[in-house]
């Protein structure tokens, strides 16, 4: 461009050369028109659903979500009754996803590394035992792991006038697993902001550990000091308050347990069917980034006289993890993609609860672009986290 | 809003595809077949037998109008649909006509774009609920867990009944009919709810059907009618009398059995109804023989009742809201002139 113009100018006023000879010039006029060609394409698909919608009478806006949507949703974590706007209830439904997401990716996150450094064991019956583990559940559709899992915890457990009580305040039956959770005490809030609070020392005593170990070569035990803060501040408080221990015990009445929280076979049967089903892929994926460590790493790093632990956590995993974070990326994504079974098996997520709204309404483009919309926002969150994380851990090459 | 307006493209393409058509009447004749959206899993209304052939009374609904249409019954493909993807399908142009136990509604008929014709079977939603319980009426189901299919007009009886009643409920929401009853004969719910017709589908293939009973208490109106897209109203007239002549057949005296020697009666009606004396047929642009034809191949209504959820079968219902007016029922077909 900057040649151009001095060439342009070398040779006075008179331009030569027409637009469509600049290759530069002639880009910009294609990317317009490409720009406008999508543009229209789009116009015109939108302005003719519109008025096949129109045609059809079929209603469409997103003024449903204000409106009372007169049918109940089997668990929430808020407050939700038919009386409610569908608004709330595709809230309810959200957080429902996200709930089992979050759980299934913290297990999973467990699971699938345990399995994997089994998979590597020296130990031939433990490594034997995780590759069959991990063939077996990678080979099975999850959707029929779903299925199994529901199936198991309806058929096997009793109804809830025979339910099990191994403990006290504890009940399992087909209706779930229902426990007693302590009574609610103005000392819980405290221990909350202690647990915080914990947290923020940890941080502070962790920057302190790292530097005197830069400096003198002194190590410090920071996980048991951490484990001790974190527990022991709040379990301080709870004494001070007076050990508060009412409990909120579930008693059964009618035809259920009333009082306590329960964990309903819908939402086990899901969670246990996306970790061990994801749990496969992660143990692959943390093998093939342990294995992609050389041997050589290993060896040299024992010969510095590093203990095992030191060996995995300061040598082997800074390294492995640079090759397992980008696929387990994609294997946490799935996991929470595949909540959306859920609805075969009657767990109230958000794709169900958006089906349901979707049939009440009659509005399915306005209910599809809403899920669409979510699990986007999902994906790209739990992706722009591991990116950064991914950034982080990056080796810094000198 | 980039992602959303790529999602309604998406989206209009497939709309697009669905509704660019002339009329259903010339598309289905083109293609040579009737497309119907049907049950799938319910017994006596729309489930192929052990052999693949499908039966039922919503089967033999489209069957009449293939008969209208074609002359021939056999002329219809099944799409088996779940309430949640009923509408979707019509809608979109998938199915011609959706004959699958759907009750008609007020904001179905208008805000959803469908179109209901002459109810075919005028059910009520109840409780079907184990022996054990020892529950008497559907007032004792305070705190009960309570399966339900998703997308149904159920799911909202049930939520206002317990609503109006003062009691809570919780609902275990499975999609898949066949799933749903798989839970609830294991003991998952305490109760299932549907339409009568239905829980009495359920019981019929339920392990023991003597350890369930259905409360009596019917907390809904569901009249169950075919549906077409809105707008086009020469086929809606086409499926609309194709019911009404099964129901006027039954009216006149007319079945499957006798319908050829009717070809001989002297009653001005019933040469009407069969196209002897013809006008019904060009009125309604399909072979003057259209109402004969169906009842020679499917039957009037009383038969199709009674072949498929009559007394006789597993289902066992009696005919009660179904019978024709005459006998006390809902069943009235306007004249055939």
Redesign the interface.
Known sequence: MQIKHTETEGHGARSTTFFWHDPDKRSIVYQIGVTLLVGLLGYYLISNTLSNLERQSIATGFGFVEKESAFEIGESLISYSAADSYGRALVVGVLNTLIVSFIGIVLTLFLGTLLGVARLSTNWLVSRLAAVYIEVFQDIPILLQLFFWYAFFYEVLPSPRQALHPFAGIFLCNRGLIFGIPEYHSAFKIMGFAFVAGCGIIYFIRRWARERQNKTGEPFPVFTVSAGILFGLPLLIWLMAGAPSAMNVPVLKGFNFKGGVSITPEFAALLLGLVFYTAAFVAEVVRAGIQSVSRGQTEAAMAIGLKPGQVLSLVILPQALRVIIPPLTSQLLNLTKNSSLAVAIGYPDFVSVAGTTINQTGQAIEGVVLIMAVYLCFSLATSAFMNWYNKKIKLVER | MK???L???V???V??AG??MAGTLDDVKAKGFIQAGVNGDLFGFGKPDEKGVWRGLDVDTARAVAAAVFGDADKVKFTPLT??TR??AL?SGEIDVLTRNCTQTL??D????LDFVQVNYYDGQGFLIPKK?GVKSAKE?????VCVL???TT??N???Y??TTGMK????????TA??A??FF???C?CLTSDASQLAGTRAVAPNPDEYIILPEIISKEPLAPAV???DNKWKDIVNYSVLAMINAEELGITSKNVDQMLQSKDPKIKRFLGVTPGNGKALGLDEKFAYNIIKQVGNYGEVFERNVGVNTPLGIARGLNALWTDGGLMYSPPFK
């Open positions: 992602f959303v307006k999602c309604i493209i989206f209009a393409v709309a697009l509704v660019s309430a949640k509408f979707t809608q904001s179905r208008t805000a959803q774009g319980l189901l305070d705190g009960a867990t998703p997308g149904t799911e909202l049930v939520a206002d317990f609503r409920m919780n609902p275990v929401v499975i999609e898949n799933e749903l798989k839970a294991a003991g998952r305490d897209r809105h707008g």
